[in-house]
Every structure is written in C-alpha cells, then in structure tokens.
C-alpha cells in the first residue's frame, strides 16, 4: 500500500492522491458485505457513488487536463491493499496476534519489499542530509501509525477504524496546500468533500 502510494505521487498532487486514497473506507464495507454478508445498505450503495463520483472530480484535475490514470491507478491499487489489510487483521487468526508482533511482521514483510524493489539494496542511495527526514518517516507514519491501526482494529472493528480516519485527506491536503503550493480549485474542493461525505455516511 504504502509503496503504491509512493509511486502515484510521481504523477499528481500529494494531496490529491491522499485523498483518492481515502476511499479505503468505501473499500472495506464493500469487502464485508461481498465476503463476509455484513449487509450493504441504502445508504452505503449511495456513498459508493458519491464516493466514485468525487473520485470523477478529482480526475479532472484543475479543468484544464485531466491527472494522470497511471496516477489513479496506483492510488486506487494502494487504497485497495490497505483496505484488504484493515479487513485482514479483523477476520484472521491476526486478530489474536499481540499488536507489537503485528506491527513487527508487517513492518518486516514492507522491508522485504524494499529490499527487492532496491535489487537486494544495490540501488540503494545514502544521502547524509535527509536521515533526520527518512527517520520521521519511518516512526510517525509508519511504526505508530500501524500500531494505532492495528489497536483501534481489535477495540472498534474494520469498518469504524476506516471511517474515524477522516481527518487523513484533510491534512494531506492542508499540508499539501501549506508546504507544497499545492492548487486547490473548487472542482477538486468539491470533488474532496464528496468523498469525505461518502465515507462519513458510511
């Protein structure tokens, strides 16, 4: 997921992309109803809509040219391997697995991810100034942020951890706005607060 996410910030806005992200939610109630019969409302047929319609707004970029479907493909990739995890560790014998060890093990699996993506870290590059920035990187978002998940996961279930993670394309796009001049037309505001809304009815 993570990696997938990466690699769609090569083609659009970060801010974008975290929030086209945020389908997850949409995702996981999907895969409850279709694999495990938890039942598929009204309300939450139109949140999916809503939802697809929102990502159709943001597909269109400023209204001059379009994002990149390579871009909304790796996101949606990403979105869709997150929400099988959500769904995984909630119906699987990971449910009972300690949430250090859980964090562990997917934190390992990531690693070995890297390592083939690098060529067995042949391509790997060190570069001094950015260790304080990789290291961030590697607690906040990463080690805590999968420990909470992972938490929220075993107290509250998969589908109200994904929903309560509303405040995730927020600040990716605040953040996006704030530091990286990212443009925030109305269409993409409308297009952001389509999916939001979709994920809160859900």
Not at 188 to 201: D, F, K, P, R
Request: aromatic residues 10%; neutral net charge.
């Amino acid at each position: 997921s993570s990696l997938l996410l990466f690699m769609s910030y090569n083609y659009m806005d970060a801010g974008i992309a975290s929030t086209i992200l945020f389908v997850y939610p949409v995702m996981v109630a999907v895969i409850m109803g279709i694999f495990f019969k938890e039942k598929i409302s009204t309300i939450t047929v139109f949140s999916i809509l809503l939802a697809l319609s929102g990502i159709a707004l943001l597909y269109q970029g400023d209204g001059n040219k379009p994002l990149s479907t390579l871009g909304i493909i790796f996101v949606l990739l990403s979105s869709l391997s997150y929400a099988i995890y959500i769904v995984g560790v909630n119906r699987s014998t990971l449910k009972n697995l300690p949430t250090t060890k859980l964090t562990f093990y997917a934190i390992l699996f990531g690693l070995s991810v890297y390592i083939v993506r690098l060529n067995f870290c042949t391509e790997l590059q060190i570069i001094p100034s950015v260790w304080a920035d990789v290291l961030t990187l590697a607690i906040l978002p990463t080690a805590v942020s999968l420990i909470c998940t992972a938490l929220a996961i075993h107290y509250i279930g998969s589908t109200s951890t994904a929903i309560l993670g509303a405040l995730e394309p927020v600040t990716a796009l605040f953040f996006g706005v704030l530091l990286f001049h990212e443009k925030l037309t109305p269409r993409l505001m409308v297009g952001i607060l389509m999916i939001i809304t979709a994920v809160t009815l859900i």
